[in-house]
């Protein structure tokens, strides 16, 4: 709520200072309903209905002599908490104070680097609970409060994305997803996860950087971060709380085109700030992650692309269910049918160490211009109930959705 | 760059009721007129995609494109602006002659700067019936072309592909306009000699100079379906900058070309 507030700060001051400048009232949007439910029983929650909601995007952009104001919020109702809301996406002010830089202030989406829904140099918040839940793809990225400069220096990039304060991801609290809770499965009969978020203050927040050029067609990328894990991957024996980290992150990533498709490799070093001898089992140690892709057209508007990750937890693993090294295999079948009219896509994760996969296959179909209706699912497996995906078995559901858009 | 085609036409026109152009000479001229007006142009276009039944659906973007030097490699920048659901979708290429394309696609709600991998040129750009090659051009060194008639306005040109697996077609028929070089016809022949894809410059204009195709009509005579190209606010010679077709512009469209 407090981001909320100042996002629309934000805007009324920047409406203020913006001259009228534009001709045309550029507002745009979408009106969606969506529906989705779990395709199996799940004893730890009451409702088969995992989403049932509207939703009415607003999408505001304004320029003036000034900069650029963009303003974009959804109006939800949600059947499933029986609530409305307003969850404001973007609310943002855009500038070029000098030739060489832009500033972007306010509530804005923040992504970089090249993993296919891998991320490892991308901390930015993330909202998984979305993402297992059926919504649209943009809703994987939590909007951020942050201020990010970019510098162009001709030879090379520097971008910094600053948010002020501490945001952690939507991850799986149990709200409406059931998961592994450490001695057992958990779901919203258990209630949501107690978890200790860090002090609001300005200290606690999150400084994240990339420093980018190009090198003969290749696109090569350094990165560093320093803050918080977005999902409480730390405990308190003391208050039984689940806790967020102290995280900081060094990176490198390169892209370019490689026979007739589009190669990536990307590595991240995470040290974890609140365990630096890796002694204290509740706090996650420090890892290496490393990530290789490779995508192209295997046929005319049909597209292909491969990834293998891993995750390299330096010295012995925790107490427990961490295995040193977790590996993960991506598959993305993408194809254009109808004139472009029908997409047909599934994703897979694979994990061979951990026995668990998750697949989302969907289909979109073009009714208009203006109408889109999505089916699609997503599918849990897993030998273990303690595994990433294994976990979310009981989770394995299947949405639909209509959007008009305007 | 003008003052160097001016120069180039005025010592054409000059030539020309000395000997006859060669083959080569009319499709290098062709390939100039339609794709590298001036050193960089703007133009809002329009797709109208209609289908046998008649039912349309509509495309609005606006493209800016630069060249590295005529008849080389050259830098798009699509920004959409309908349909809404990918309205402020930009659309980035570095194309050059003698490797695959470098491709980019930005997709404002996720903040996300996508590479995508170089695709089969001939397959429909955004739905409509032109391929990604009718809109960024066809290199003509993909072709043999013989001169197969000249008539009092037209130069009628045949094409046979070198590489015949890597396209739809057995051959193609252009008709260029012997005033102004301009393509208005082209038919599609396919291995038994039947057109099965028409196209047509429906309206030419002239535009700082550089007579430009300001509407287009792509025929798919098997499946009965057509679309309709309209430029309209044509500019050459806008001095794009060069950054314009970088990582920046994608996160911060152009605002002043895309708003005239």
Request: aromatic share 12%.
């Amino acid at each position: 709520m407090r981001g909320r507030r100042l996002g629309l700060g934000i805007l009324l001051l920047g409406a203020g200072a913006l001259p009228a400048a534009a001709a045309e009232p550029p507002i745009h949007g979408f009106f969606e309903v969506a529906a989705g439910a779990r395709m199996v029983d799940d004893d730890r929650a009451a409702d088969r209905f995992l989403l049932e909601e509207a939703r009415f995007q607003v999408d505001f952009l304004r320029d003036g002599e000034l900069g650029t104001l963009a303003f974009r919020a959804d109006l939800v109702h949600d059947g499933i908490d029986g609530e409305s809301r307003v969850e404001v996406r973007e609310g943002n002010l855009f500038l070029t104070p000098w030739p060489r830089v832009d500033l972007k202030v306010g509530r804005q989406v923040l992504t970089w680097g090249t993993g296919d829904l891998v991320f490892l140099n991308d901390l930015f918040p993330k909202d998984w609970q979305s993402f297992f839940l059926g919504r649209d793809d943009e809703y994987l990225k939590q909007p951020a409060d942050a201020v990010r400069a970019t510098w162009y220096g001709g030879a090379a990039n520097l971008d910094l994305a600053w948010q002020p304060l501490f945001a952690p991801d939507r991850y799986l609290s149990g709200e409406r997803l059931s998961f592994w809770g450490g001695a057992g499965s958990r779901g919203p009969r258990d209630g949501e996860l107690p978890t200790e978020e860090p002090a609001r203050g300005l200290g606690g927040g999150t400084l994240a950087g990339r420093l980018y050029r190009n090198l003969g067609g290749w696109e090569g990328a350094l990165y560093g971060f320093r803050g918080r894990w977005g999902q409480p991957r730390g405990f308190d024996p003391a208050t039984g709380r689940y806790t967020f980290p102290r995280l900081e992150a060094w990176g490198a990533s390169l892209r370019g085109a490689l026979g007739g498709g589009v190669a990536n490799g990307e590595a991240s070093w995470y040290r974890s700030l609140d365990d630096r001898d890796e002694k204290d089992p509740w706090v996650p140690n420090s890892q290496v992650r490393a990530l290789a892709g490779f995508g192209r057209e295997v046929w005319p508007e049909q597209n292909l692309g491969l990834q293998a990750y891993l995750e390299r937890t330096l010295c012995t693993p925790d107490a427990g269910f961490t295995d040193q090294n977790r590996w993960g295999l991506t598959a993305r079948y993408t194809g254009l049918f109808l004139r472009q009219t029908l997409t047909l896509s599934l994703f897979t994760v694979y994990s061979p160490s951990e026995d668990d996969a998750h697949l989302r296959p969907r289909a979109s179909y073009q009714l208009s211009d203006e109408l889109l209706v999505t089916l699609g699912a997503n599918l849990f497996l897993g030998a273990h109930r303690d595994t990433f995906f294994g976990q979310l078995e009981d989770n394995t559901n299947a949405y639909a959705r209509v959007r008009y858009s305007f | 760059m003008r003052s160097t085609a001016l120069a180039v036409a005025l010592v054409a026109s000059l030539a020309a009721p000395a000997r006859a152009l060669t083959v080569d000479e009319v499709v290098a001229r062709a390939n100039l007129a339609s794709y590298y007006a001036g050193d960089d142009g703007v133009a809002r276009a329009t797709l109208v995609i209609a289908d046998r039944e008649g039912r349309t659906r509509e495309r609005e973007f606006t493209i800016l494109r630069k060249d590295v030097a005529d008849g080389e490699g050259q830098r798009y920048y699509v920004y959409f602006h309908k349909p809404g659901d990918v309205r402020k979708t930009v659309f980035l290429v570095h194309k050059y002659l003698d490797q695959d394309d470098d491709r980019w696609l930005y997709l404002p709600a996720l903040d996300l700067v996508k590479r995508i991998a170089a695709s089969d040129k001939r397959t429909s750009f955004v739905g409509s019936h032109f391929f990604y090659e009718d809109v960024s051009g066809r290199s003509p060194a993909e072709d043999t072309h013989v001169l197969k008639e000249e008539t009092a306005r037209h130069y009628v040109l045949e094409n046979t592909p070198k590489h015949p697996g890597s396209v739809e077609f057995a051959r193609y028929t252009v008709w260029v306009d012997k005033q102004t070089f301009l393509p208005v016809k082209a038919e599609y022949q396919d291995a038994q000699g039947k057109t099965y894809r028409r196209l047509e410059a429906q309206q030419v204009e002239t535009i700082g100079g550089f007579p430009t195709v300001v509407k287009a009509r792509m025929d798919d005579l098997q499946t009965g379906g057509h679309t309709v190209l309209t430029f309209e606010k044509v500019e050459y010679d806008q001095g794009i900058a060069e950054d314009t077709f970088t990582e920046r512009y994608l996160r911060n469209p152009p605002r002043e070309y895309l708003r005239r």
